[in-house]
């Protein structure tokens, strides 16, 4: 087992690729530093490849054992291990044997290895992708041009090009030269720009693609109301008959390319109008021909809004010059509400005025409340009592 496992560290540089120093290691356990390295190393090979959580960590060899062992067997475990003797049990007797640390040299080894492979092929897979769409595009443009067919392969892409070249210049040299018209881009463009503008057009697609799915499910729920009333209910299968094969015709994903920038014309660069007649003609339907009658006018301007009416208590009445004086202070200070009418009366003001401010606390508006009025009637009357007390005390 040390042999292969010795054979299967193809990259590792360390001191373990000796075997009898593998195998003294091994003895050694998580007491020797060459052992513990080798598992770091073949951790951080192993984690950024299948993105795990779990890690093991670096440490001196004989310190700290029991977090590394705790970091192993989180680690093993998050890779399901298929050694039971490395991932149950109690963990400080794990890896003291010589073939369980075998075991998990060869366990992270063989990983390593398979990881690479797929991911190797994964690429490779990508790759040949590429390169079928470019091969399925150069065969389009064959076909357009009249150009025989050749086996799909990359060696024959740029013989391909070359006689599509040749082909386009000779269909050009026989039409006048407006007919195709001047290149809306005047500037070529190196690698550099390419990539940059490849990577903005990725942003604008994801971009118009969510745009393009909300108007899909806007179309789905419009569409889906319209059954809802009693006589389209008995035609729902009519209606999916007409609206699905149309409706699956729709995709979310835009095809706008660079091939299209690089193609675009300086015709493009015109603004034609969405109500000018060639537009018209591939939005025009017979909905469009329903007149609406004329629809009540539900206002809602700002400029027709009345303005908010004055904020004051609906029992009082508006009063000028700042209102009949305070409602604090003792009864020598003149602040009460019954002082007031007193001290006021006193100082000249005419009994016409006193009886109708009276009046506006009793009638003053009609949205006065039950306890509103209670309130105002007790205060007066407390005023009338007091005045009668200052009476008789005065003619004592």
């Keep these: 087992m040390s042999e292969e496992t010795a054979n299967s560290n193809n990259e590792y540089k360390g001191p373990l690729l000796d075997e009898d120093a593998l195998n003294k290691a091994a003895e050694s356990g998580l007491a020797s530093q060459d052992f513990c390295d ?27 054992v029991e977090s590394l062992q705790l970091e192993m067997s989180g680690f093993l475990k998050e890779l399901a291990c298929p050694y039971s003797s490395l991932v149950s049990g109690e963990i400080k007797e794990r890896l003291k044997k010589k073939e369980d640390c075998l075991k998990v040299l060869l366990f992270l080894s063989t990983e390593l290895q398979a990881l690479q492979i797929l991911k190797l092929k994964e690429r490779k897979s990508s790759h040949l992708t590429k390169n079928n769409d470019i091969h399925q595009e150069i065969q389009m443009i064959c076909d357009v041009l009249g150009l025989p067919k050749s086996s799909p392969s990359s060696s024959d892409i740029p013989v391909l090009l070359s006689n599509i070249e040749s082909k386009v210049k000779d269909i050009l040299s026989k039409i006048p030269n407006t007919y195709v018209g001047k290149s809306l881009l005047k500037t070529p463009l190196n690698s550099d720009q390419m990539g940059r503008l490849e990577k903005i057009n990725e942003i604008l697609l994801s971009e118009y693609e969510c745009r393009r799915r909300m108007l899909m499910k806007r179309l789905d729920v419009t569409v889906q109301s319209f059954g809802w009333s009693d006589r389209a209910k008995v035609k729902t299968d009519d209606i999916a008959r007409i609206y699905q094969p149309k ?21 493009l660069s015109k603004i034609i109008r969405t109500s000018s007649g060639s537009s018209r003609e591939k939005t025009i339907c017979s909905i469009n021909k329903v007149l609406m009658g ?49 001290v006021e009366e006193e100082e000249g003001v005419e009994v016409g005025e006193e009886e109708e401010e009276e009046e506006g606390v009793f009638k003053g508006g009609e949205e006065a409340t039950v306890g509103e009025v209670g309130m105002a009637s007790h205060m007066v009357e407390g005023e009338g009592e007091e005045a009668t007390g200052d009476t008789d005390t005065t003619k004592c």
């Design 38 to 64: 080798l598992c770091v190393w073949l951790s951080s090979q192993i984690q950024p490849l299948c993105d795990l959580e779990e890690s093991i960590s670096s440490t001196a060899g004989g310190e700290d």
């Design 247 to 267: 409706r699956y015709g729709l995709s979310p994903k835009s095809t706008i390319s660079l091939a299209h920038l690089l193609a675009a014309r300086e015709d």
């Design 294 to 342: 004329r629809v009540p006018d539900r206002g809602g301007r700002p400029t027709e809004i009345d303005p908010p009416p004055p904020e004051m208590p609906p029992w009082q009445k508006r009063q000028d010059g700042g209102g009949r004086g305070g409602r604090g202070g003792g009864r020598g200070g003149g602040g009460g509400w019954g002082e007031g009418v007193v």
